[in-house]
């Protein structure tokens, strides 16, 4: 089979790493996909996304080509061309409606692109103007397609109802994603499909966590960009409590973001900084061998709720710890419950930095507890989240598609 897949950035750039495994497994059953980025840019930063280079086409979102690839497309079906720009008018704001009108002369294009290679589904990562784009491609071209909604592309509410109509399916990846969109887009849950993003799993010897009764310091990673949504006060918070109480812990906080020199303020008022180590953005690859190699003990993720209703989805980095065999922390934020749920991970409320103290010192102090964790986790992601078992949902949704008009 012969799939488009359309994303924001990926290959190129630090973002979207979770599609990767996602690509490759679809490639190693013999399927064809070419990668359309929206806007692509900077260079590959992950090392296991560069074997996607020859498979995707770079183009900015707006070029000569763009401009002569569109125009020849709404030549050649200017009827379903504007039925589809008449549907991009119905955006529930200008802001909305700008947005789409951007990416539309690329949907054109797409449409183009698409049907000299022979594709034969259409598919977009995010339910914002990435679907936008596959939407319109799929509209003029008259191949199916489908879109994967993750969680501030559902609450931001751009042509949901539209899209989900036309579309060959929906798919969410959680059961908490899949029941916002259904109300949104005022559609019946039966067009949603909760299909997980997967990971590969470690073909490795599982070792079990060390006893920290031997070891100087306990080392935790935090792989999170620095985001508010992360909630990574709380955790420098909590280190705070855990050094008062002389338990040697260091944290390595393994991303970057806007909220970099903030964050490395607070830890030097707090006096924590030989605690915490600000890594930067450390290639998909590379932490996944660092993962491996049992480097760290711990895996925290202090997610929050923000002030603007942001929350988590299912964070693939807390999957692919607990392929390794990392115990994890996080909360009872987003969607994280359904990855955590029954022991396989340790799970505080939000914001609670007393709570999550509490919770790493007792991993740290009870080494059978963090053997449970860890093998409760491997087990769980091993039964729903092996990137196998989504590809075989995927293309089972995939080969059952049809163009909905």
């Not at 183009?59 to 504007?82: D, H, K, M």
């Not at 990416?103 to 339910?127: F, M, N, R």
């Not at 929906?170 to 993003?197: D, F, W």
């Not at 990137?387 to 949704?397: E, F, H, K, M, P």
Request: with cysteine; hydrophobic share 40%; glycine share 6%.
């Amino acid at each position: 089979m012969k799939i488009v897949y359309v994303t924001v950035s990926l290959p190129y750039g630090p973002g979207e790493a979770f599609i990767i495994p996602e690509v490759q497994e679809l490639r190693r059953r013999g399927h064809d996909v070419l990668i359309v980025p929206r806007s692509p840019s900077g260079s590959i930063v992950h090392n296991d996304a560069r074997s996607m280079q020859d498979i995707a086409l770079r183009e900015p979102l707006l070029s000569g080509r763009i401009v002569s690839g569109a125009y020849s497309s709404f030549c050649g079906c200017s009827r379903n061309a504007r039925q589809a720009l008449r549907l991009l008018c119905r955006s529930r704001n200008l802001r909305v409606l700008l947005k789409n009108l951007a990416v539309y002369p690329k949907g054109l294009w797409l449409a183009k692109i698409c049907a000299q290679w022979g594709a034969e589904h259409i598919h977009s990562h995010w339910a914002s103007t990435t679907a936008t784009m596959a939407f319109v491609a799929s509209m003029v071209s008259g191949i199916p397609w489908s879109f994967t909604a993750h969680r501030w592309d559902i609450t931001e509410q751009n042509l949901l109802k539209v899209k989900v109509s036309h579309a060959s399916f929906a798919r969410t990846i959680s059961e908490q994603g899949a029941v916002k969109l259904s109300a949104l887009a005022n559609c019946s849950r039966e067009r949603i499909r909760v299909i997980h993003v997967g990971i590969d799993l470690p073909d490795l010897p599982l070792q079990r966590p060390r006893d920290y009764s031997c070891m100087n310091t306990f080392k935790v990673v935090v792989p999170a960009n620095l985001l508010e949504v992360k909630g990574h006060r709380f955790l420098f918070d909590a280190i705070e409590v855990l050094r008062s109480r002389g338990l040697n812990i260091l944290v390595d906080i393994a991303g970057d973001g806007p909220l970099g020199d903030e964050l490395t303020q607070y830890v030097e008022v707090l006096g924590i900084a030989e605690s915490v180590r600000f890594t930067g953005m450390i290639p998909h690859d590379d932490l996944l061998c660092r993962m491996e190699r049992g480097e760290w003990d711990l895996c925290v993720l202090p997610s929050i709720r923000t002030s603007d209703g942001a929350e988590e989805g299912i964070p693939v980095s807390l999957m692919e710890a607990m392929s390794c065999q990392i115990p994890v922390i996080s909360t009872k934020s987003g969607c994280i419950p359904e990855l955590l749920y029954d022991g396989a991970g340790v799970l505080v409320p939000p914001g609670d930095a007393q709570a999550l103290a509490e919770a790493i010192a007792e991993l740290i102090c009870d080494p059978k507890l963090r053997t449970a964790v860890a093998e409760k986790g491997r087990r769980r992601v091993e039964k729903d989240f092996s990137v196998r078992a989504v590809v075989d949902d995927l293309l089972a949704s995939i080969s059952g598609s049809e163009l909905t008009v």
